[in-house]
């Protein structure tokens, strides 16, 4: 089959994660492999079906995708630091040799990871705050109670530790 040269422009997160995963020399094959079934068949539910069917490619495009496309699209975004951030993030990014962009976006990620726990241990109360205001809404055990406070205090004791009397 005769080949053609094709040059492309791409992100070079994207370039590297192709270079990483896919390797040298294999770049153009695998991305011939993923474009073809998008042109060769007329259709295009047919060619989805046929690639899942070939395992060693869609493991090799699915890891692809999940290590280097999730973050590979950026949205543009202007903000506003006051003097004293900006001047914490240059010198940050410098001692970390990288960018003030490569700091926002790791401060950004760890506040969401932050927000995500906290909602979690608020729900995780929410629950406990539930059954306990359920547990009391039923009242009092029927009967009683069938001990005291220190024959219980003398039962844990005995059973796990010496007394200090």
Request: a neutral charge.
């Amino acid at each position: 089959m005769a080949q053609r040269k094709l040059t492309i422009t791409i992100d070079e997160q994207v370039y590297e994660g192709l270079y990483r995963v896919v390797g040298p020399r294999k770049i153009s094959n695998f991305i011939e492999d993923l474009v073809r079934p998008h042109i060769s068949y007329p259709d295009l539910e047919r060619a989805y079906a046929d690639m899942t069917q070939n395992r060693v490619r869609e493991s090799a495009a699915s890891n692809w995708a999940e290590n280097t496309a999730g973050d590979a699209a950026m949205v543009r975004r202007q903000v506003y630091l006051k003097s004293r951030q900006d001047v914490q993030i240059k010198r940050l990014a410098a001692e970390r040799s990288t960018t003030e962009a490569d700091i926002i976006q790791e401060a950004i990620d760890m506040l969401l990871s932050e927000t995500a726990r906290q909602r979690q241990a608020q729900k995780a109360w929410d629950e406990t705050l539930a059954f306990m205001e359920a547990r009391y809404a039923q009242g009092a055990v029927s009967g009683g109670r069938t001990w005291t406070r220190d024959e219980l205090y003398e039962e844990r004791l005995s059973r796990y530790g010496q007394r200090s009397d």
